[in-house]
């Protein structure tokens, strides 16, 4: 027979002890571990909210945007074509595209190409609004806001792209 070393009964509350310890501490340090991955997973899902707030809200004033040009391009062809009354609506619409305009290219990096765009576009606008309505250069001005309209479109399009190249970006950082 093997002898096995004799363990006094004294020992065996120490090494249960010890083991106990042992455990307790690997369960601190991994519930730590757990504890430090939550709030670090916390904080990505707060970024990734609230970078997807900006975003939606840069899209939805470019959309606004792109809505509003069409608005003014048939207020401003109806207008041409005899219906006087719009023209108050017309500068409303104006006003409320500028003001929509300022705040897209405040939040957009793309803001030097849509800022041409929309200058361009405005500048012709305005000339609309400013001609008395039986001008003969009415419909010439009228067919220049159209004209303008497509590149101004395009740089909707353009900002939007950039910005959301610019979310992908912030998510990977």
């Given amino acids: 027979m093997v002898s096995s070393p004799t363990r006094r009964k004294s020992d065996e509350p120490e090494v249960r002890e010890r083991f106990g310890r042992t455990v307790t501490l690997r369960q601190a340090i991994a519930l730590s571990i757990m504890a430090v991955m939550a709030a670090a997973g916390y904080l990505v899902l707060e970024r990734a909210i609230a970078v997807g707030r900006a975003t939606a809200a840069a899209v939805e004033l470019s959309e606004q945007q792109q809505l509003r040009s069409q608005r003014i391009a048939s207020l401003s062809t109806q207008y041409a074509l005899g219906d006087h009354r719009l023209r108050g609506e017309l500068r409303s619409e104006l006003d409320s595209f500028e003001r929509t305009h300022r705040a897209l290219v405040a939040e957009n990096s793309d803001g030097p190409a849509l800022e041409a765009a929309a200058v361009a576009y405005l500048g012709r606008i305005g000339r609309v609004v400013a001609t008395p309505p039986r001008d003969p250069s009415l419909a010439t001005r009228t ?22 190249r610019q979310t992908v970006h912030e998510f990977a950082v």
């Avoid at 067919?143 to 959301?164: I, K, M, S, T």
């Fill in 143 to 164: 067919a220049a806001v159209l004209a303008a309209e497509r590149p101004l479109l395009d740089a909707l399009a353009a900002a939007n792209e950039a910005r959301g």
